[in-house]
């Protein structure tokens, strides 16, 4: 599987290198099409990366965010990735809140996927997502989905609810593999050497994307991967 890799060997070096990528990738999709349609992880690696990425000038008046996965905790629950997006990229980015479409975890579960899924096939109406911001789990999660990633998420579904015993937040709403597939670029993140041993273990594999979801990314070959050794 072809994919292209940056190598950072500090903390100040991972962020800048991808601050650096990731915004000549949004400021790319906005010259192509007009507009930039960005997923965002959530997690402690790209804390640090989004509070940077905030604060480069881009026009960001022209950028849609959403949200890859998010944990059916409240809205400012320290859990919550939109809780993390917003104490992050949005306190320095002007993107106007009808351009950002996060879950509306008030909702019961199955509600709010379906809820999330309308808003999604609004967002994606005109094109695919311009660019995806991965991470990858220590058991080969992407997203929310756990390996073995059930059947239902390969079918032709948008988002989905989908559980681990793995954390300590059970219930998770993620975009399915089919979406992940569509987006034009992907940008995974991996910061440590146990990441980085599990992401070896993903790209010498067979593909499997039951067991390796990552491999529905690398598979389009438009993936870069920012190691921070």
Known sequence: M???????????????????????????????????????????TPRPIYEALGKEDLDWEKVKIFLIDDRHVPAEDDESNQNLVRDTLLKHADIPANQCYFPDTSLPIDTCVIAYTEALVHLFHAHAPDLLIL???????????????????????????????NFSVYDRISISPLIIMSAQEHVLLIKG???EKVFEECVNSELDPVRWPLHVALA???MTVIIKK
């Open 220 to 222: 389009t070959e438009r």
């Open 2 to 44: 072809k994919y292209e890799r940056i190598t950072a060997v500090s903390d100040e070096e991972f962020v800048i290198k991808s601050v650096a990528l990731l915004a000549q990738k949004i400021d790319d999709a906005i010259v192509e099409r007009g507009e930039c349609i960005l997923g965002l992880s959530g997690g402690n």
């Open 135 to 165: 991470g990858l789990g220590n058991d080969g999660h992407i997203a929310s989905l756990f390996p073995p990633v059930s059947e239902e998420a390969f079918g032709e579904v948008i988002a989905l609810h989908t559980t681990t015993d």
């Open 193 to 195: 050497e146990e990441k």
